[in-house]
């Protein structure tokens, strides 16, 4: 039976030192601020923005919130991001994605300033990912462990999961392999895998089968099974009798998610205020 990886307790970790570091810039008068936007009223986007302004609130960030109703059009929004960009109360910015029909993720990632950019989605602070001197970490991708020499195989390509986490693992030596939905004979190269990622956004999509014995398996998968109950994209049932380490969903890279996240918005007030 699998290790499981406990995400809150890491980040509980993790919040404790960012907290700490809060405390100490305001003590030279900075005050460290998120600014969250959420467009329309999906649940699941509405519960991850309460959740990471509590976290906020916990470490001592101060989190604006702006909720836009569905029918926002794409230059309103632009015209907020560009007021947020502009401000200079305001350290990082969060527009919760995906956004409703009709407006587009990809020109808010490219709208947002990479300064201010703490989810780490645009192609400048993607690109410092690849080149290894990434000041913001992309929130999902939070690699702990030693993965020198491994064979570490990531199911899924997206730019906001998949890549990042392929290019963390690829420069913590591990030996790397990107799957995507064309890829032939998926089982067979994942049960190749010391260290498998899922980030595909199917739940239990994972299937034991497809695991080596006392491999370590991180879910990243934030999905919905049947039920409507939050699940992950391995099926952690069966997988972790198999596994030897085990993210949970809820419970593992989540938590790591958010805790990244503000740590990513404390290094963008240090920055913007010449701190580092
Ligand atoms: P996405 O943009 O939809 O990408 C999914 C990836 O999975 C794509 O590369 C796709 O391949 C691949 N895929 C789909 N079906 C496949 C199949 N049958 N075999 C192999 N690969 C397949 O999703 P995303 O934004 O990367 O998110 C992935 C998951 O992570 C979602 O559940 C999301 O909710 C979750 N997530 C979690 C966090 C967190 O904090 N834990 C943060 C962000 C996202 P193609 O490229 O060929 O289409």
Redesign the pocket.
């Known amino acids: 039976m699998a290790t499981i990886i406990d995400g809150k307790a890491v980040s509980a970790f993790l919040k404790d030192g960012i907290k700490k570091e809060c405390l100490e810039l305001k003590e030279k008068g900075v005050s460290v601020c998120l600014a969250v936007i959420i467009v329309g009223d999906d649940p699941a986007s509405r519960t991850y923005v309460n959740n990471k302004k509590k976290a906020c609130e916990a470490v001592g960030i101060i989190s604006r919130e702006y909720a836009l109703p569905a029918d926002t059009s794409m230059a309103e929004l632009l015209a907020l991001i560009d007021e947020l960009n502009n401000d200079r109360e305001v350290n990082g910015i969060l527009c919760q994605l995906p956004l409703p029909k009709g407006l587009s993720d990809e020109l808010v990632i490219k709208a947002i300033s990479p300064k201010k950019d703490v989810d780490a989605f645009s192609a400048e602070n993607v690109g410092h990912i690849m080149i290894g001197d990434h000041t913001f970490l992309p ?2 991708a939070y690699p702990q462990y030693c993965f020198c020499g491994k064979e570490c195989v990531v ?4 730019n ?3 890549k990042p986490m392929a290019m963390l693992l690829l420069q913590q030596n591990g030996t790397v392999t990107i ?5 032939k004979n ?1 089982k067979e190269v994942t049960r190749r895998a010391d260290i498998l990622v899922a ?4 739940p239990y999509f994972v299937t034991a089968d497809m695991v080596k014995d006392g491999a370590v398996v991180i879910d ?4 919905r099974n049947s039920e409507g109950k939050l699940c992950g ?1 391995v099926d952690f049932a069966e997988v972790s009798k198999k596994a030897s380490y085990i993210t949970p969903v809820p419970g593992g ?2 938590p790591m ?1 958010i805790a990244t996240l503000l740590k990513n918005t404390v290094t963008a007030a240090k920055q913007q205020n010449g701190l580092i």
Not at 199 to 202: E, F, I, M, R, T
């Open positions: 929130p999902s199911v899924g390509r997206s906001i999961v998949g799957c995507h939905s064309k890829t998926l980030a595909v956004g199917k990243v998968g934030m999905d994209d890279v989540g998610t």
